[in-house]
Structure formats: C-alpha cells, structure tokens
Nanobody, 116 residues
Framework: QVQLVESGGGLVQAGGSLQLSCAAS????????MGWYRQTPGNQREFVAS???????NYAASVEGRFTISRGGAENTLFLQMNNLTPEDTGVYYC??????????WGKGTQVTVSS
C-alpha cells in the first residue's frame, strides 16, 4: 500500500516562508497529476495547487503569486514553497495523488501555523 508522507510544516510568523515536502513510500505508476490541499480551521478541505506530469501548474486564487508547487528530482516527490504567509494560511496541508482506478492517495497531512 502506497503511503504519502508530508513534512516541513511548523510555526512561522506572518510574512515568513515554509517549504513542504511530500514523498511516496513506493513507486506510483502513471502519475499524471500531484497536488496540495489544505484544511483551515472551520472549513472543508480545499485545493491549493497542482502540477501535471508535463509541469503544468495550477493554483488557488488565494495562494497565486505566493506559493510555488514543484516536483522533486526523485520520482513521486512533491514540494510546496510557501512565501509571504498569512494567518489565513494556517491549517493542515495534504498531499494528493489522484488515481484513474481506485481511491486517490492522500497523505496524513502536516500542520502549518502562521502567527500574526
């Protein structure tokens, strides 16, 4: 069973930066897309950013220009560079690999807390 493991979360002051990482425990076949989602306090899980196998990126409007998604050199690794963080970015950040057949892969999340 493939597991996605996120890391890099933590506590940072407003205006600061964090880089999140996501790594798969084993190789995932036919990955077309990888993405980041987050669940902020009192809200449902929401899309943050995605990157395709062809390096086409997509961002939520709330993070456009501040966050950068990228794929690592190692297969099935993913990064999220987060700059100019605000308290509204506080939440649990999840890595996701959608699958054409079967349930999507999700990590267990990493906590990001931005203090004002």
């Amino acid at each position: 069973q493939v597991q996605l493991v996120e890391s890099g979360g933590g506590l940072v002051q407003a205006g600061g930066s964090l880089q999140l990482s996501c790594a798969a425990s084993s190789r995932i076949e036919h990955v077309l897309l990888m993405g980041w989602y987050r669940q902020t306090p009192g809200n449902q899980r929401e899309f943050v950013a995605s990157i395709s196998s062809g390096d086409i990126t997509n961002y939520a409007a709330s993070v456009e220009g501040r966050f950068t998604i990228s794929r690592g050199g190692a297969e099935n690794t993913l990064f999220l560079q987060m700059n100019n963080l605000t308290p509204e970015d506080t939440g649990v950040y999840y890595c996701k690999v959608p699958r054409l057949i079967g349930s999507d892969y999700w990590g267990k999340g990493t906590q990001v807390t931005v203090s004002s």
